[in-house]
């Protein structure tokens, strides 16, 4: 292990307790045995137990070349599993696949956006990341920690919170809790209403979330009409996913 030094410029914080390691790969169900996804193995502590799953088409996809180049001594029979790829500018080759992870801290947001856009390949998702992010992704609206990515990821995903992780299992020991998730894709295959625009709506309202949806939408050159709906007295943290998706349409 001591041959891959966390990089703080990448937000690398190792995970050293093989119990949790062994909870995160057993929460990943793949029932459909679609290719599996690591993002950032770091020193392989996820991806040991992962290569214990002969059904698992394992890849993993790292931007440090010390992790690959590891792993690929480790493990020299997978070498070719070992990518040295940014998920977040990957062109992933599988119609269908999963995603697990302890994902970098500093990119766990961009790893969502990203996930949000690849959400018809993308069936299911474990990873570890930051708790105030965990919290904000499983958040109900009506509450202070709901956001643009709770809304975005719920319209697509059941979203489950599996477990709090302590900071002192990781190498370095982050300043923050961490949580565990799980997000398995819905039966929505398309929403009723363009799904940029869906992004556009909410990424907007959740940009002056203290104002009302009528200011805070101004940007979208809304009608008349729209601008007069009682919805557009609320803010953007008292829509349900629902209803934005409505609202969507009413503006498109």
């Known amino acids: ?44 502590v996820l991806t040991k137990y992962l290569l214990e799953k002969p059904e698992f088409d394992f890849y993993a996809l790292d931007v440090d070349t010390e992790s690959i180049d590891y792993l690929k001594k480790e493990y020299p029979e997978k070498g070719d599993r070992f990518l040295f790829q940014d998920y977040l ?15 970098p801290y500093n990119i766990s947001s961009q790893l969502f956006f990203k996930i949000w856009d ?60 961490s949580a565990v998730i799980r997000l398995k894709r819905n039966n929505t295959k398309h929403l009723p209403c363009d799904e940029q625009l869906f992004k556009r709506v909410v990424k907007s309202g959740f940009g002056k979330r203290r104002k009302t949806l009528r200011n805070a939408l101004k940007d979208l050159n809304l009608s008349d009409a729209v601008k007069a709906l009682p919805v557009m007295d609320q803010r953007a943290e008292q829509l349900s996913v629902q209803e934005f998706i409505s609202l969507t349409e009413k503006i498109a």
Do not use: W
Request: aromatic fraction near 10%; hydrophobic fraction near 40%; glycine fraction near 6%.
């Open 1 to 44: 292990m001591a041959s891959v030094k966390p990089k703080k410029h990448l937000g690398q914080h190792f995970l050293k307790d093989e119990n949790i390691a062994m909870k995160i790969v057993e929460a990943l169900k793949n029932e459909s045995n679609l290719p599996v996804l690591e993002i950032g193995p770091g020193t392989g």
């Open 89 to 103: 500018k990957y062109d992933v080759p599988f119609d269908h696949f999963n995603v697990i992870g302890n994902f």
């Open 118 to 177: 690849d959400r018809n390949q993308v069936d299911e998702v474990v990873c570890m990341i930051q708790k105030e992010v965990a919290d904000r992704i499983c958040a109900n609206h009506g509450n202070k920690t709901y956001g643009i990515l709770s809304v975005l990821l719920q319209a697509f995903y059941q979203i489950e919170y599996l477990f709090k992780v302590p900071p002192g299992v990781f190498n370095p020991p982050p300043k923050v809790q």
